[in-house]
């Protein structure tokens, strides 16, 4: 990176910070830290009035259900089984970490990325339709997230091996 940025990072120009390799990887640090609390900035700012529809558009109730339903309630259960059946099958390891596996299964039951209404807004393709999608959605998270997440620790408790 020195090379690239020896023309353009000596003391009077903007970039001269980057050339003291004590400071990059501090200032690398710093930036990922404050992505979450500005997603869910931008959460709040797409679902806080609600699910409004444009004028003219129609979100079936059974559509919304069907989504809910695949999302939060198929998805998990077919996380739950890839998983069980990645460990009986030995892909795991001998006696793989229980955190691991924990995570493996959750990530199947999250409801979907904020995201997507990004890319419906780039694209300028349904962004009241996947905003109302996720409206409901993240609603029916806070009752199907926990639900998972006991399921899944019960799972951990009788069927993974623990390392002793």
């Known amino acids: 990176m020195q090379p690239l940025l020896s023309n353009h990072a000596t003391y009077p120009s903007p970039l001269h910070i980057l050339s003291n390799r004590a400071l990059l990887p501090a200032a690398s640090a710093c930036f990922p830290q404050p992505l979450i609390p500005i997603l869910l900035l931008v959460l709040g700012a797409n679902l806080a009035n609600g699910p409004q529809l444009a004028n003219g558009a129609h979100l079936p109730p059974l559509n919304v259900a069907g989504v809910i339903a695949s999302k939060l309630i198929l998805s998990p259960l077919i996380g739950l089984a890839v998983v069980l059946s990645a460990q009986k099958l030995g892909l795991l390891g001998v006696a793989p970490d229980p955190l691991a596996v924990l ?7 999250t409801p979907t990325a904020i995201l997507v209404h990004s890319l419906a807004l780039v694209h300028k393709n349904g962004e009241d339709e996947v905003s109302a999608l996720l409206f ?3 609603l029916a998270a806070a009752l199907t997230l926990p639900l998972c997440s006991a399921l899944y620790l019960y799972v951990l408790g009788c069927c993974v091996p623990h390392v002793a």
């Open 103 to 109: 995570v493996m299964m959750v990530s199947w039951s």
């Open 136 to 138: 409901y959605e993240y």
